[in-house]
């Protein structure tokens, strides 16, 4: 077959190279020849270098994926533990915070900035699960958190280290809340929680005043969200 001929041409032409690597410098063959042999060799091996490189590169796309997927069947633990019939995963949670940047109108956040700083902000918890306030301290919650991001980063790292710095940098920038990109994307973190809380008390007739007393309008610092978790807030009051 093709592939065997392949292989006893690649096998011949290794041999023949090896044993002229092996005579004397003065003895070797300088014809022609026996160079194309040497670059053929060569390129056949960076060949399969690179084929080997490509399975891995493909390999480690698939296992991030599989792992932030995780993500999808993560339960919002606040909405477990109110007794929520149907609550929301932390990928729903995370898909809305980014949307929800498209309401960003201030000339000083960069509106793509904050899209990605959403989509990574909870990724920790594909490893963690979604720990909420007083289950720890808020020391451990971060070393947890931050734990798992080093796993994240280092799974990546492996075959794309841009992509494993962008999702560091992401994931720190939006933890020290020295950007305003940051807190605007903080801000629409509690926005969609007191969104989705009103639906939540609206269908099933519950009552989420702990997720509201937590999150007053005074407490959004980006200009243009704060009438609008004003506007929630007076919603639910009627």
Known sequence: ?????????????????????????????????????????????????????????????????????????TPRTGWVRKGVPKYESVADHSWRVAVLALLLNDDHVDVSKCIQLALVHDLAECIVGDVVPGDILKSEKQRREHDAMERIVALLQ??????????????????????????????????DMILQANTYEERYSMDLSEFFGGTPPSLFCNESLRPIAAKVHEKRKR
């Open 1 to 73: 077959s093709c592939q065997i001929q392949i292989f006893l041409l690649a096998l011949f032409l290794l041999f023949i190279t090896r044993f002229a690597d092996s005579l004397p410098v003065r003895s070797r063959p300088a014809t022609p020849l026996y160079f194309r042999l040497k670059s053929q060799i060569s390129a056949m091996e960076q060949q399969d270098d690179d084929e080997v490189s490509k399975d891995t590169s493909i390999s480690t796309a698939i296992e991030f994926a599989e792992l932030v997927g995780r993500l999808k069947t």
């Open 158 to 191: 492996q075959t794309n280290s841009a992509s494993a710095m962008r999702l560091k940098n992401l994931f720190e920038e939006y933890e020290q809340r020295t950007t305003p990109e940051a807190v605007a994307v903080k801000d629409l973190d509690m926005l």
